[in-house]
Nanobody
Framework: QVQLVESGGGLVQAGGSLRLSCAAS????????MGWFRQAPGKEREFVAA????????YYADSVKGRFTISRDNAKNTVYLQMNSLKPEDTAVYYC????????????????WGQGTQVTVSS
């Protein structure tokens, strides 16, 4: 069982930056692949980024590649999403998720979810 709690969302102007954090409970954090997803009003949840259990394997949606960076600190049981050059279309509720296998872009593959944190980018 893993519990995830996101933080770091807020209101930012276009071009600005935010760093989201996702703190995980449990002593087996390093055995989970971690992902970030987002959901805008009236839209389906979409993949943003994912990072493997061990090592530097990372994956990004084309829409955020070059602007967002996912990282993890297994000693702190935390995964981060650094978001730079934010655009109004990045406005959404951002969720972190965990799965006890390799990374995936498919939200259905993830076993555990946080409650989400709102990110609003003004133009």
């Amino acid at each position: 069982q893993v519990q995830l709690v996101e933080s770091g969302g807020g209101l930012v102007q276009a071009g600005g930056s935010l760093r989201l954090s996702c703190a995980a409970s449990g002593r087996t954090f390093s055995s989970y692949a971690m992902g970030w997803f987002r959901q805008a009003p009236g839209k389906e949840r979409e993949f943003v980024a994912a990072r493997g259990r061990i090592g530097a394997s990372t994956y990004y949606a084309d829409s955020v590649k070059g602007r967002f960076t996912i990282s993890r600190d297994n000693a702190k049981n935390t995964v981060y999403l650094q978001m730079n050059s934010l655009k109004p279309e990045d406005t959404a509720v951002y969720y972190c998720a965990a799965r006890a296998e390799t990374t995936s872009w498919n939200s259905r593959d993830y076993d555990y979810w946080g409650q989400g944190t709102q990110v609003t980018v003004s133009s």
